[in-house]
């Protein structure tokens, strides 16, 4: 055997040795989810990755002892500079931009590292860690705020290891993960997925497809926030919809434009959603967050580039 061919067996063998199955993989498109927002932005990140693993030697790879934690390290690397630069390209986005919703199909949408010890709150944040409401506080925070805040509260990294990813020094970067989670607590409110969501959320639907608007009043909270985004593919609301009436005016008439769309119930990032499908074609995914009894916040995704994982 020549010493290229040998070279690429061992590489081979490496590779085997490193990724006896796909859950590593699964945890690091996981973490780049949190971090970017959409499973091709992930899966990109994911696959920059592994480029760069094995642009190294194959003598500087062997002395690595935790080829996990490099990968980890250096995919965070990779997601902040992405995070970065998504500012600009979000600037241009036609209308409302919200992060790509995943499906429970998605198996690696619960991995996440045990935090045995840790208080309620933090159960709560590892419970909601993919849900669209904490999703949606992530994309207001600063790239530094968001990477501190999600390899500390969601991942459990220390801040010394964090401080080695992102360049600051542990104590900013202890800051930087409090001002992420004071972010959390006053534009979101956890609650774990429960009988009572699914409940409000087929109250939701059967009101919506009936047209009850007395029904509507009653399940939708007086001040409800809804944001839909289309991309400037398809038709949706250029600005957030404020308040009850406004909502109810929307899906009503959504619902009158397209009388075939089948309304179900599904699983969306981890907690009860509703579908919207057109000839067994998912055209619109939908998130709520329920708060005493009533759904307080919807999330409408209706870009078809956000929704390919669903069809």
Not at 43 to 72: F, M
Not at 139 to 157: C, G, N, W
Not at 267 to 292: F, M
Request: glycine share 4%; charged share 25%; proline share 4%.
């Amino acid at each position: 055997m020549n010493k290229q061919k040998q070279a690429e067996c061992e590489a081979d063998d490496n590779l085997v040795q490193v990724y006896p199955e796909d859950s590593e993989r699964f945890k690091l498109e996981s973490l780049a989810y949190r971090f970017l927002g959409t499973i091709p932005d992930a899966e990109d990140a994911v696959q920059e990755t592994y480029l760069r693993w094995y642009k190294l030697p194959h003598s500087e790879r062997k002395q690595i002892i935790s080829p996990i934690a490099w990968q980890r390290t250096t995919l965070t690397r990779i997601c902040f500079d992405k995070l970065k630069s998504a500012k600009s390209k979000r600037e241009i986005y036609i209308g409302e931009w919200l992060p790509e919703p995943v499906s429970q199909d998605e198996s690696w949408t619960s991995v996440f590292e045990s935090s045995e010890g840790t208080d309620p709150v933090d159960h709560l944040i590892l419970a909601n860690s993919v849900s669209m409401a904490l999703m949606v506080v992530l994309e207001k925070m600063t790239p530094a705020e968001r990477i501190s805040f999600i390899l500390h509260d969601v991942f459990q990294y220390s801040f010394e290891e964090i401080s080695e990813i992102v360049r600051r020094t542990p104590q900013a970067c202890r800051q930087l993960a409090s001002s992420g989670r004071k972010r959390i607590g006053q534009e979101s409110h956890f609650t774990r997925p429960s009988a009572e969501h699914s409940r409000v959320n087929a109250a939701f639907r059967a009101a919506w497809v009936t047209g009850n608007i007395k029904d509507l009043v009653a399940v939708l909270d007086e001040h409800a926030y809804a944001v839909t985004d289309g991309g400037g593919f398809v038709s949706a609301a250029t600005e957030p919809l404020f308040g009850r009436d406004a909502i109810i005016n929307f899906f009503l008439s959504a619902f009158e434009r397209r009388s075939d769309l089948r309304i179900e119930d599904a699983v969306v990032n981890g907690e009860p959603g509703l579908i919207g499908k057109v000839d067994d074609r998912t055209i619109t995914v939908i998130s709520t967050c329920v708060r005493e009894g009533r759904i307080c916040d919807i999330w409408v995704m209706r870009n078809p580039e956000k929704l390919t994982g669903w069809n």
